[in-house]
Structures are given as C-alpha cells and as structure tokens.
C-alpha cells in the first residue's frame, strides 16, 4: 500500500526547481555559469570493469518428492550447486516464486510452484570517462559494481597507477547507472562535500516505473530516516504498463527514489529491494537490475569557481527495456 502522494507542481513551486521542471523545453537546464565539454574516453586498454547487465531465465516447476522443501535446498539441489551458491541467488534477489521475489532461504515450496531464476551474465566493459578537469572527473558507472569498498568502482579505478590515491566523492547503488564524481584526494573530496551537504549538488536521474501515475509533473514529498525527503518528477512516456520519468533530486536521502516511486505505488522496474512482496508481471521479469539512471550531474568547480555539467547517455540495458515496453 502507497504511503506517500503524488503532489502536482504548482506554479509557486516552478520557479524553485532546478534543471528542466522550470518550465524549460523537455531535456534543458536552467542557465549555468560555465559548461565544460569533453570527449568521452576510456582508461586504459586493458582495464575493464565486470558488470551484470544481461539476465537469463531458468523456470522450475516443484514436483511432489519436493514439496515442503526450504528454497535453498530445492535451488541447491535442481541447479547441481552448493548451499552457499544457492544462498547468494538469493541474496542477490534473483529468484521469484510464483512471480514474487523471494530471498529467504527457509521458504517452504510446495508443489507446482514456478521458480523463476533470473541469471546475470557478467558482461565486460572499458570505464568511460564523461568529463575530467584535475583535480575532478566524472566517471560513466556501469551497472553491477558497487561505488567504493572492497572489489568496487574506486578501487578498479585505483588500481590504474595515474589513479591510484583518487577516490569516490559520493555513491550510485551497485545497479544504478551513470555519472559519478572522484576526486584526486582526500582534500579535494572535503573540498566539494560541503556541496552536498548543502544540497546544491544538480542531480537529474531516468528511471522507468511500473504502471501509469496519475499526473505528469509532480513531487514525492516524505520524510526518509526522519529527514526531509523531496523528489520531484516528470513523465517523458508512459502506457498502463510502465512510465519513463526524468526525476531531480533536491536532497540526497539514502535510495531516496527507490523508496519514494514505491511509496507511491509505481516501483522503479527492476528493484530486487522495494518491489519485494507483489506479484511481478511476465514483462519486468527479464529485467535484469533496477532500471535507475543517473544522467545528468552539476557542481561548482572549487578551484575556478565555475558550474560544471556533465551528462550520460542512457546505457543499452536501459533502452532495451525501454523498447521491450514500448517506452519512448
């Protein structure tokens, strides 16, 4: 059940937005100081980044010798791998019983079940760079790799040796795409922190949605982790299956899109996270990851004080599923 509404714009609030959601033509951005152009390139000939952006389907049907068994037994046992194996498809969300996400291993399968495993293939792509003006660059992320931490974007990054102390400035989830800021060192990354803490950081994302929603310029307006959460939207497409909307974010709250377009009832396709409990329809099931695209991304440069802004085409998965549902 929704637990958040979607407010139309009103006309006071027009002039408060940032890129496009001002009353600009479709796709434009307010004014800026300064824009920078640069060719998109790729870091190094060998260096590739391992990413999960094909799925493949498996559907098992329970027979009775089966019945009653645990989800991780019944995956183990039909796929010949280990419990451990088992229990990262779970993890991973992979796997849909009855057209319903389920990722507890203890589930209980009865017979006649349709256990649906959707597979991700690890596909291989060069890192591309969207923008770079030292000590900054903007990177193009991939779907499948989470920002920093252990086996990431930053450290795969790092282990190029012109890049090696650079490091993430903020972060995308593992199956969002696009741009994505480093910084040459821990002093440059403080020095454009403050930016996001004020929110003057211009974020503009894609993302498709299931269902038609009910106005076509709208804002989220729900507090997340007790904080104030805005999330304001507009519809380039739609059909009673899915919607294409652009979003801009004017705070940066932890999965703030996913947990909002959920709250409202029009779940980002794909989310292995806020989608679980309803059935999910034979169209989004071969939707590998969450279909969320960060696209356009804006800053005040620290050193030369100029607004730099940086965009990323939407990836092929993204326009896949934008073609598969029948989406402009």
């Given at each position: ?148 931490g252990p086996d990431s974007l930053e450290t795969r ?172």
């Amino acid at each position: 059940m929704a637990w958040a509404s979607i407010l139309p714009v009103s006309e006071q609030e027009e002039g408060k937005v940032g890129p496009r959601l001002n009353g600009a033509h479709p796709g434009t951005w307010n004014p800026l100081v300064h824009q920078v152009e640069c060719p998109h390139y790729t870091i190094g000939d060998t260096y590739g980044i391992a990413t999960g952006v094909k799925g493949t389907q498996n559907i098992h049907t329970v027979r009775g010798q089966e019945d009653g068994w645990g989800l991780q037994k019944f995956l183990a046992a039909r796929l010949s791998l280990s419990g451990r194996k088992a229990k990262s498809l779970l993890d991973d969300r992979c796997v849909l019983v009855n057209s319903r996400r389920m990722w507890m291993a203890r589930h209980v399968v009865r017979r006649g079940d349709q256990i649906l495993i959707i597979e991700q293939t690890k596909l291989s792509t060069k890192l591309r760079v969207l923008w770079r003006e030292d000590p900054f660059l903007v990177l193009d992320k991939p779907p499948g790799v989470v920002s920093n931490g252990p086996d990431s974007l930053e450290t795969r990054l790092q282990s190029e040796d012109e890049f090696s102390d650079w490091r993430a400035v903020h972060r995308l989830d593992r199956d969002t795409t696009g741009c994505i800021l480093f910084a040459a060192s821990l002093r440059d990354k403080d020095a454009i922190v403050k930016q996001f803490r004020s929110n003057s950081i211009r974020k503009i994302y894609h993302a498709i949605v299931t269902g038609r929603t009910s106005s076509e310029r709208a804002s989220v307006k729900a507090p997340l982790d007790e904080k104030k959460a805005v999330t304001r939207f507009e519809v380039l497409d739609s059909n009673r299956l899915a919607t294409h909307i652009r979003i801009e974010l004017r705070t940066g709250r932890t999965h703030q899109i996913r947990k909002h377009m959920a709250a409202t009832g029009h779940q980002v396709v794909g989310d292995k996270t806020y989608s679980t409990g309803s059935p999910i329809g034979a169209e989004f099931q071969d939707v590998p990851r969450q279909m969320l695209h960060a696209q356009k991304f804006g800053f005040i440069h620290p050193e030369t004080k100029k607004e730099v802004r940086v965009a990323a085409p939407l990836p092929p998965d993204f326009r896949r599923t934008l073609k598969s549902l029948r989406l402009g």
